[in-house]
């Protein structure tokens, strides 16, 4: 008798294990920078190599980070979304230029437009290892102190731009 209730607990154990998977958001990957302070960098600039940025200049306003490049097709559809979110909102978005070729990233923002008050260059991809970049495009909201509060990863669509990330930024905005 318990040969046969063996195998049909285990299969019913593993039916309930693969229904509650199922339920999950297969693009969710989790991070555990959220809640942390984000990795600190002092990269140059796309625009201005002999300029630098860092995470300090960052601080004291909400900011966004999107991890981009110039080689990357799912940041081409991201960012129409991006430049009108831009338009649209007050934003303090910083991009994150990727494993780029300098002149090759220029030549993208030029033609599609540029809505990040300035993109850090991170050629070798340092930065973003230490960010945990998985891969681009991905985008972080960070607070006033520079904590993490939020990682979003693959291009931003406007429905989860305007109802995840625009009232977290809005309720981080109203935070002391």
Request: glycine share 6%.
């Amino acid at each position: 008798m318990i040969r046969y209730l063996l195998p049909l607990t285990l299969f019913l154990g593993l039916t309930v294990l693969f229904i509650y998977g199922l339920q999950n958001d297969p693009r969710y990957i989790p991070s555990p920078l959220i809640n942390e302070p984000a990795p600190e960098f002092d990269l140059p600039t796309l625009h201005q190599p002999k300029s630098s940025i860092k995470l300090n200049d960052l601080k004291g306003s909400v900011s966004l980070i999107n991890v981009w490049a110039s080689w990357c097709a799912a940041c081409r559809i991201e960012h129409p979304i991006l430049n009108d979110a831009v338009e649209k909102y007050s934003l303090n978005l910083y991009g994150l230029n990727y494993k780029d070729n300098r002149s090759d990233a220029l030549v993208w923002l030029n033609a599609l437009g540029n809505p990040y008050v300035e993109s850090a260059f991170d050629e070798k991809g340092v930065i973003g290892i230490n960010y945990g970049v998985y891969g681009v495009p991905e985008t972080f909201v960070l607070d006033k102190k520079g904590i993490i509060r939020y990682k979003h990863v693959g291009p931003i669509d406007k429905k989860k731009f305007n109802d995840t990330i625009m009232p977290l930024v809005k309720k981080l905005e109203k935070e002391e």
